[in-house]
C-alpha cells in the first residue's frame, strides 16, 4: 500500500511541478531521495534474510514460482525495445527533463497521449536507469502476491493464483518495457479487493479506495473505465454511512486529481 500510494503521490507531484515550471528541481529531489532511500532499504533486506534457512522451507511449486519470478526480472531489467517505449514513453519524459515542461500538441500528438507513468519515468532517465519502471512494476507484483499470501490461508489456492497470475502471456509485454500497465492494474485489483471485503466502508477507506483508483486512472488513460465502475460502486456503498464526508472528500480528489491541470493549463 505504501508503495502505490508513494508512486501516485510521486506522479502526481512531477504532473503539477510540470505546469508551473519547476519539473527538474522537484525531478531532482525525488530522483536522489528515491534512489538513496532504496539503498538504505536493500542493505536492510540483507541483514535480516537467510537465503538458505529460506530455501529450505520451500516447497516444489514455491520453487517453480521463484524460478518464473528470477526469469521475469531478468526480462524487466534487459533493454527497452517497444516501439511506443522508444516513442512517448521515453520521449515524454525526456521532453521534460530537457524543456521543463509538457510537450505541445501542436507540436508532437504522442506528448499528449501519456499519462503519469510516463512522467515518472522521468526519473529513471534521470538516474540513468531504463529498467526503473519495469522494475517497479515487477516489485509491485511481489508485494501483491505477499499480501494475497497474508489474506488466504490455503497455501494450494495461493500457489494455484500466482501460477495463474504468472502464466498469462500478457505478463512478458507488461514487465519487458516503460509503459505503465500492470501497476495500475494492481490499483484498481487493491480497490476492487477492499471494495468486496469491507462491509461498512469508513471515510479513511474511502479515501484510499478512491485515491488508488484515480492513481490508475492517471496513470493509464485506459483505466478510467474499469477505475469509474468500480469507484462509483464505491461512492454508492460509502454514501449511505457518511453523505456529508463521503461528497466532500470526493470534491476534493476530483479537483486535486483531473481539475487542478486544467485550471494549470
Same mark, same amino acid.
Given at each position: ?132 519502471? &519495469?522494475? =517497479?512494476?515487477?516489485? %509491485?507484483?511481489?508485494? /501483491?502476491?505477499? $499480501?494475497? +499470501?497474508?489474506?488466504?490461508? *490455503? #497455501?494450494? @489456492? ?63 488513460? &485506459?483505466? =478510467?473505465?474499469?477505475? %469509474?465502475?468500480?469507484? /462509483?460502486?464505491? $461512492?454508492? +456503498?460509502?454514501?449511505?454511512? *457518511? #453523505?456529508? @464526508? ?20
Amino acid at each position: 500500500f505504501n508503495l502505490l500510494i508513494s508512486l501516485i503521490i510521486f506522479s502526481q507531484i512531477l504532473k503539477i511541478s510540470s505546469y508551473v515550471g519547476f519539473f527538474k528541481e522537484i525531478n531532482f529531489i525525488l530522483s536522489y531521495s528515491i534512489l538513496l532511500f532504496g539503498i538504505y532499504n536493500l542493505k536492510n533486506l540483507f541483514s535480516f534474510f537467510n537465503i538458505k534457512d529460506f530455501l529450505l522451507t520451500l516447497s516444489k511449486m514455491e520453487i517453480l514460482i521463484i524460478l518464473f519470478l528470477l526469469i521475469l526480472f531478468i526480462i524487466s531489467i534487459s533493454p527497452p525495445s517497444m516501439a511506443d517505449a522508444l516513442d512517448y514513453h521515453y520521449g515524454i519524459p525526456m521532453y521534460l527533463l530537457k524543456f521543463n515542461q509538457i510537450p505541445s500538441l501542436d507540436f508532437w500528438l504522442y506528448g499528449n497521449v501519456g499519462g503519469n507513468g510516463d512522467i515518472f519515468n522521468s526519473i529513471a532517465i534521470y538516474l540513468g536507469s531504463d529498467n526503473f519502471g &519495469s522494475l =517497479i512494476q515487477l516489485i %509491485s507484483i511481489l508485494l /501483491f502476491f505477499l $499480501f494475497i +499470501k497474508k489474506e488466504i490461508n *490455503n #497455501k494450494n @489456492k495461493i500457489n494455484f493464483l500466482i501460477i495463474f497470475i504468472l502464466s498469462s502471456p500478457t505478463i512478458l509485454q507488461l514487465l519487458s518495457g516503460p509503459k505503465f500497465m500492470l501497476l495500475p492494474q494492481l490499483m484498481t485489483t487493491t480497490a476492487l479487493y477492499f471494495f468486496v471485503k469491507i462491509k461498512k466502508i469508513e471515510v479513511i477507506d474511502f479515501i484510499f479506495i478512491a485515491v488508488l483508483l484515480m492513481g490508475a486512472a492517471q496513470f493509464k488513460s &485506459s483505466f =478510467i473505465i474499469s477505475s %469509474s465502475l468500480i469507484g /462509483f460502486l464505491t $461512492f454508492y +456503498k460509502a454514501l449511505r454511512f *457518511n #453523505k456529508i @464526508k463521503i461528497l466532500f472528500y470526493t470534491s476534493l480528489l476530483t479537483v486535486t486529481f483531473f481539475c487542478t491541470y486544467s485550471y494549470l493549463e
